[in-house]
Nanobody, 122 residues
């Protein structure tokens, strides 16, 4: 049983910065990876950044060099530092955590946060 709480979204001018946070809580789970996705009315939910347990990261080409994903394993928290924001970054950002549920024999599945709105104006 995992619950995700996202925060940090808001409205900024182009070129500004925001920091998103996502905290995973619950029990009897092991985190396999954490990441951020975003969704606009015209597109399906797309990967923005991913952080594997071993520390490797993956970024969408559109955000590479501008966004940084990081995590705090002790706090089950993942962050997305966004800088040099562009209007095209406007979207609802969702935290995604892949977990292995101990009580289900290690069954892996994704948990999604409720989403936090990021709006970038020019």
């Amino acid at each position: 049983q995992v619950q995700l709480v996202e925060s940090g979204g808001g409205s900024v001018q182009a070129g500004g910065s925001l920091r998103l946070s996502c905290v995973a809580s619950g029990s009897n789970f092991n985190i396999k990876s954490m990441g951020w996705h975003r969704q606009t009315p015209r597109k399906q939910r797309e990967l923005v950044a991913d952080l594997a347990t071993g520390g490797s990261t993956q970024y969408a080409e559109a955000v590479k060099g501008r966004f940084t994903i990081s995590g705090d394993n002790a706090k089950n928290t993942v962050y997305l530092q966004m800088s040099s924001l562009k209007p095209e970054d406007t979207a609802v950002y969702y935290c995604r955590v892949r977990v292995a549920e101990v009580v289900l024999g290690g069954l892996e599945y994704d948990n999604w946060g409720q989403g936090t709105q990021v709006t970038v104006s020019s």
